[in-house]
């Protein structure tokens, strides 16, 4: 597995030997290895993450967030699967302590079903987040209310509901702590075989030599970081950002992402703190964490180019500066004429991160590239919604792999077809 963002298990915390490797599947991601090794512990799988800190890891720069708030049907099942995963599925992925160990390697991921909260105002947002319930509902996930604006005021009292509806889900959504995911899933995936190497892959051959090349991220014994080839029968790239510096013609760029932690002095009449995440007509959203709260919306089309960031090179530090002028300019003024307790809003901190954008349609990209000669699985391009689809994307990738078709949640949809053809699969609740 090429890559370990949000979608596989990539903390390289075992560095294997520098020498000549061969390995049936090579994954770049947590969550594919996982249910790979789950599905056939007899397989050898390793996985590459160039980042064993996670500090530039969208997932752990992300609010962590899970909804089944979306426009495509695919996306919905995904996420009720995910809400499955959180409730269940991690727990028993990481099983019991071994006998060499006192603890399980699970770590509660405390997913708190605060809901979400997606609000439209009349016309055809209103009507585009209708037809979008109607399918939620459809496709399961019943547990999403629709409100109009008596009942938004009723529930919401905080909430300025003045022109606008809303759909509110009632369990099955909420945020969670996406570190101690990463970590579950990583060491799950350690316990079953997998192995991690820490280094970055900088070319991939599936087509002819079935050979990717690793920069390691440790020197060498000379001071040097000396490339290393490893071959395999199968890889799948889940890069995230990163995607496209190995596979050119995907359409999956980095877009710089700034959470704010902010907080208000009118308590009496703010929300609480474990309000919903809301998201308000404009785009921008908030939502409660522990005492205070996080916001942030998508910058507008024509400022959201790719950032100058050279993975190579520097750090976190050069490539997340935080854009405060997004703050004063977009998300401050539309959540105090939403919420207006949230007036008198005062930054407490803030950071950044990056969406792995798929600029086509805004959806993943999962499937075998068609220039691979089937060896080259493609799991990328979440644009924001990564984390809560990766245990979804891993099974069916796995699935994929193993089974040659999808068992459970048809993606076939996703694959890069669309991307040949232009033909855009939309997905319009990004935010």
């Given at each position: 597995?090429?890559?370990?963002?949000?979608?596989?298990?990539?903390?390289?915390?075992?560095?294997?030997?520098?020498?000549?490797?061969?390995?049936?599947?090579?994954?770049?991601?947590?969550?594919?290895?996982?249910?790979?090794?789950?599905?056939?512990?007899?397989?050898?799988?390793?996985?590459?993450?160039?980042?064993?800190?996670?500090?530039?890891?969208?997932?752990?720069?992300?609010?962590?967030?899970?909804?089944?708030?979306?426009?495509?049907?695919?996306?919905?099942?995904?996420?009720?699967?995910?809400?499955?995963?959180?409730?269940?599925?991690?727990?028993?992925?990481?099983?019991?302590?071994?006998?060499?160990?006192?603890?399980?390697?699970?770590?509660?991921?405390?997913?708190?079903?605060?809901?979400?909260?997606?609000?439209?105002?009349?016309?055809?947002?209103?009507?585009?987040?209708?037809?979008?319930?109607?399918?939620?509902?459809?496709?399961?996930?019943?547990?999403?209310?629709?409100?109009?604006?008596?009942?938004?005021?009723?529930?919401?009292?905080?909430?300025?509901?003045?022109?606008?509806?809303?759909?509110?889900?009632?369990?099955?959504?909420?945020?969670?702590?996406?570190?101690?995911?990463?970590?579950?899933?990583?060491?799950?995936?350690?316990?079953?075989?997998?192995?991690?190497?820490?280094?970055?892959?900088?070319?991939?051959?599936?087509?002819?030599?079935?050979?990717?090349?690793?920069?390691?991220?440790?020197?060498?014994?000379?001071?040097?970081?000396?490339?290393?080839?490893?071959s395999f029968g199968?890889?799948?790239?889940?890069?995230?950002?990163?995607?496209?510096?190995?596979?050119?013609?995907?359409?999956?760029?980095?877009?710089?992402?700034?959470?704010?932690v902010v907080d208000?002095?009118?308590?009496?009449?703010?929300?609480?703190?474990?309000?919903?995440?809301?998201?308000?007509?404009?785009?921008?959203?908030?939502?409660?964490?522990?005492?205070?709260?996080?916001?942030?919306?998508?910058?507008?089309?024509?400022?959201?180019?790719?950032?100058?960031?050279?993975?190579?090179?520097?750090?976190?530090?050069?490539?997340?500066?935080?854009?405060?002028?997004?703050?004063?300019?977009?998300?401050?003024?539309?959540?105090?004429?939403?919420?207006?307790?949230?007036?008198?809003?005062?930054?407490?901190?803030?950071?950044?991160?990056?969406?792995?954008?798929?600029?086509?349609?805004?959806?993943?990209?999962?499937?075998?590239?068609?220039?691979?000669?089937?060896?080259?699985?493609?799991?990328?391009?979440?644009?924001?919604?990564?984390?809560?689809?990766?245990?979804?994307?891993?099974?069916?990738?796995?699935?994929?792999?193993l089974a040659g078709?999808?068992?459970?949640?048809?993606?076939?949809?996703?694959?890069?077809?669309?991307?040949?053809?232009?033909?855009?699969?939309?997905?319009?609740?990004?935010?």
């Open positions: 597995v090429v890559g370990g963002g949000v979608v596989g298990s990539s903390v390289a915390i075992s560095v294997v030997p520098w020498r000549e490797s061969s390995y049936p599947f090579i994954v770049v991601t947590r969550q594919v290895a996982l249910h790979v090794a789950m599905r056939a512990p007899e397989l050898e799988v390793c996985v590459v993450e160039q980042d064993p800190s996670y500090a530039s890891c969208s997932a752990t720069r992300s609010a962590g967030g899970l909804r089944q708030q979306f426009g495509l049907r695919e996306n919905v099942l995904l996420s009720m699967y995910g809400a499955e995963w959180l409730h269940s599925g991690l727990a028993q992925a990481a099983g019991p302590p071994s006998a060499d160990e006192e603890d399980s390697c699970y770590c509660d991921p405390c997913f708190r079903e605060c809901g979400y909260l997606t609000l439209a105002k009349p016309g055809a947002q209103a009507d585009a987040l209708k037809s979008a319930h109607s399918m939620q509902v459809d496709a399961g996930a019943e547990w999403i209310t629709w409100l109009d604006s008596d009942a938004l005021a009723a529930r919401f009292p905080w909430l300025d509901s003045t022109h606008c509806v809303g759909t509110f889900g009632e369990r099955n959504e909420g945020y969670f702590d996406a570190w101690s995911v990463l970590k579950t899933t990583m060491d799950a995936a350690k316990r079953r075989g997998v192995h991690y190497i820490s280094g970055r892959c900088d070319a991939i051959d599936a087509r002819t030599e079935q050979r990717a090349r690793i920069v390691p991220s440790n020197d060498d014994d000379d001071g040097g970081k000396t490339p290393h080839s490893i199968r890889a799948v790239l889940a890069a995230g950002a990163y995607s496209r510096t190995l596979v050119p013609s995907i359409p999956v760029a980095p877009r710089k992402r700034c959470i704010f208000t002095d009118q308590r009496d009449t703010a929300p609480p703190y474990d309000a919903p995440l809301t998201i308000d007509v404009t785009g921008t959203y908030f939502r409660g964490d522990c005492s205070r709260f996080l916001c942030g919306v998508s910058p507008d089309a024509s400022a959201d180019a790719d950032p100058d960031v050279d993975t190579t090179a520097g750090g976190p530090d050069e490539w997340f500066g935080v854009d405060y002028g997004l703050f004063d300019d977009k998300v401050w003024p539309a959540l105090a004429e939403r919420v207006p307790a949230f007036e008198s809003l005062k930054v407490q901190a803030a950071w950044a991160g990056f969406y792995e954008l798929n600029t086509l349609d805004h959806n993943g990209i999962v499937g075998f590239h068609p220039d691979s000669g089937d060896r080259l699985i493609l799991a990328t391009g979440f644009s924001g919604h990564g984390l809560q689809h990766a245990p979804g994307v891993g099974r069916a990738v796995s699935e994929l792999i078709k999808y068992e459970t949640i048809d993606l076939s949809r996703l694959g890069f077809e669309r991307v040949l053809t232009q033909t855009p699969l939309e997905e319009y609740a990004i935010y």
